[in-house]
């Protein structure tokens, strides 16, 4: 399987797009801090379904996908941090590609566990 091929590791590239654009704006005492993690956190959804993808095995590509899983809940902790402190006003464009990245995972995990 190629990971590029996936909807799931598009929208998630998508992803990684909006929220460089969307910590542009906090404060510049940030960049190590909030800003520094929001940009790991995303950089990892796409990368775990590369290397989920890329590993032989549906368990494997399992384990990678509940990484990404995390990975995305703990995105949508840190955005919500992010306007507490408001570091940055809602951004609906950006909360909805959370939900729909999200979902892409959640489902393409129930896909295939139900294939065993």
Do not use: C
Not at 93 to 113: H, P, Q, S
Request: proline content about 2%; aromatic content about 6%; hydrophobic content about 45%.
């Amino acid at each position: 399987m190629d990971h590029k091929d996936l909807d799931v590791w598009k929208k998630s590239m998508d992803l990684v797009e909006l929220i460089y654009d969307f910590t542009k704006s906090f404060p510049q005492d940030e960049i190590n801090g909030l800003t520094s993690q929001m940009k790991r956190v995303v950089v990892s959804i796409p990368s775990n379904l590369a290397e989920g993808a890329a590993r032989k095995g549906d368990k494997e590509l399992i384990q990678f996908l509940m990484i990404a899983i995390s990975s995305i809940t703990e995105l949508e902790t840190q955005y919500l941090i992010s306007i507490r402190l408001r570091f940055a006003d809602k951004n609906k464009v950006l909360e909805d590609a959370m939900v729909e990245v999200k979902k892409l995972l959640l489902g393409f995990r129930n896909d295939i566990i139900k294939k065993h």
